[in-house]
């Protein structure tokens, strides 16, 4: 019943700008860390950067100063500015966060988007 939807991927020049957004619907309680994280062909999956619900970030050292991680809470909703973006960039994009159903108050599970593919190419 909980899902979490991404939208904003797509193909984009060195050097230029995306902004993607997860958002989380169904019963849900609460939210606590949100995060994107991004796999490229023929490599593993790794965590992009991530936000508390008190608002602290974390990033991965290769991304730190280029995008920025933010939420509005009201909305159930995590973003990713990219900036500066690198043909090292190109990746699918997973959403990801720690949700408490309604249905089971005192539980958090991992959810995922379904995935959505970000191309930085000339």
């Known amino acids: 019943q909980v899902q979490l939807v991404e939208s904003g991927g797509g193909l984009v020049q060195p050097g230029g700008s995306l902004r993607l957004s997860c958002a989380a619907s169904?019963?849900?309680?609460?939210?606590?860390?949100m995060g994107w994280y991004r796999q490229a062909p023929g490599k593993q999956r790794e965590l992009v950067a991530a936000i508390t619900s008190g608002g602290s970030t974390n990033y991965a050292d290769s991304v730190k100063g280029r995008f920025t991680i933010s939420r509005d809470n009201a909305k159930n909703t995590v973003y990713l500015q990219m900036n500066s973006l690198k043909p090292e960039d190109t990746a699918v994009y997973y959403c990801n966060a720690e949700i408490s159903p309604i249905t089971t108050l005192q539980y958090i599970y991992d959810y995922w988007g379904q995935g959505t593919q970000v191309t930085v190419s000339s």
């Open positions: 169904g019963s849900i309680f609460s939210i606590n860390a």
